[in-house]
């Protein structure tokens, strides 16, 4: 190969380099013009107070889940708040979101002004892992019940009033692990042993 032919052909390669590479800027581009125009019909569903309702309600339900340790309140609360998330979700992209999700962090702030408030979260919902939050606060819940189990168990008087509380953690690390498989954890994934380790410290 002479060198002309190989200037040419490293020309070439630059030239097809930065036509895949701006064809990629365009797909991308393409898609979030696509995303928008699906957030701006899905927002037409909702009026604005009814959005920074949405962004109240994921917070207050942030919030609860990160602190319960009540697994019923957690349950409950965390099919709403998966629900809330998926809507906000679509309607993020949408020309009004921003205006609405700042609205509605200052209704936030306002009626639990003691409580830090990420907006980040919300302006940036579409990256938010989903998994790995739900793996953390139901972690803190499980352990949140069973520290206060024990606790309790420390004050009670009688060998049968404290096998009876100990029965009462292993019922709920069970009622646990079912809530987990029933949200398709098996007991091969690392996150269902670790809730499952629980009853090993009763």
Do not use: C
């Given at each position: 190969m002479n060198r002309v032919t190989k200037l040419f052909s490293k020309f070439s390669k630059k030239i097809d380099?930065?036509?895949?590479?701006?064809?990629?800027?365009?797909?991308?581009?393409?898609?979030?013009?696509?995303?928008?125009?699906?957030?701006?019909?899905?927002?037409?569903?909702?009026?604005?107070?009814?959005?920074?309702?949405?962004?109240?309600?994921?917070?207050?339900?942030?919030?609860?889940?990160?602190?319960?340790?009540?697994?019923?309140?957690?349950?409950?609360?965390?099919?709403?708040?998966?629900?809330?998330?998926?809507?906000?979700?679509?309607?993020?992209?949408?020309?009004?979101?921003?205006?609405?999700?700042?609205?509605?962090?200052?209704?936030?702030?306002?009626?639990?002004?003691?409580?830090?408030?990420?907006?980040?979260?919300?302006?940036?919902?579409?990256?938010f892992d989903e998994s790995a939050f739900f793996e953390k606060s139901f972690y803190k819940c499980v352990n949140h019940f069973i520290e206060s189990e024990k606790t309790a168990i420390e004050k009670l008087k009688t060998p049968r009033a404290k096998e009876n509380r100990l029965l009462k953690i292993n019922d709920f690390v069970v009622d646990c692990l079912v809530f987990l498989h029933n949200r398709g954890y098996s007991k091969d994934d690392l996150f269902y042993a670790k809730i499952e380790e629980f009853r090993e410290t009763i």
């Open positions: 380099d930065f036509l895949e590479k701006k064809t990629q800027e365009l797909d991308e581009e393409k898609k979030q013009i696509d995303k928008e125009k699906l957030a701006q019909k899905y927002a037409k569903q909702f009026t604005d107070n009814q959005i920074q309702g949405f962004s109240v309600q994921i917070l207050e339900s942030k919030h609860i889940l990160q602190n319960t340790k009540n697994l019923n309140t957690y349950k409950s609360r965390w099919i709403f708040f998966e629900e809330k998330v998926q809507k906000m979700s679509l309607l993020h992209g949408s020309y009004n979101y921003e205006d609405n999700i700042k609205i509605g962090v200052q209704e936030y702030k306002d009626l639990y002004p003691d409580r830090m408030v990420q907006k980040s979260f919300l302006t940036d919902i579409d990256n």
